[in-house]
Nanobody
């Protein structure tokens, strides 16, 4: 089992940057593919980015491609989401998630086994 704790959210102006972190407990962090999702008020939780177990493969939603970068440091049990050129439509609660048995459906919430509590990102116009 793994516990996930996100941090780094906050209020930022449009065009600004934030870096989210997700710290994982346990000694098996490198056995999980990791993802970031977000959920805006009144909307479903949506896929943002994903990184493979040792970081060699990444996927991004079209809406964030070229602006966001996912990375991980397995020695620190942490996954990051660097968010640049933020837009008001990026406002949401951001969640990290761990996938123990990747099956290819990386954009589906049901693919992931463990979730953090979320961190709020608010982008003002």
């Amino acid at each position: 089992q793994v516990q996930l704790v996100e941090s780094g959210g906050g209020l930022v102006q449009a065009g600004g940057s934030l870096r989210l972190s997700c710290a994982a407990s346990g000694r098996t962090f490198s056995s999980y593919a990791m993802g970031w999702f977000r959920q805006a008020p009144g909307k479903e939780r949506e896929f943002v980015a994903r990184i493979s177990r040792i970081g060699q493969i990444t996927y991004y939603a079209d809406s964030v491609k070229g602006r966001f970068t996912i990375s991980r440091d397995n020695a620190k049990n942490t996954v990051y989401l660097q968010m640049n050129s933020l837009k008001p439509e990026d406002t949401a609660v951001y969640y990290c998630a761990a996938d123990q048995r990747p099956s290819g459906s990386y954009h589906d919430t049901v693919e992931y086994d463990y979730w953090g509590q979320g961190t709020q990102v608010t982008v003002s116009s």
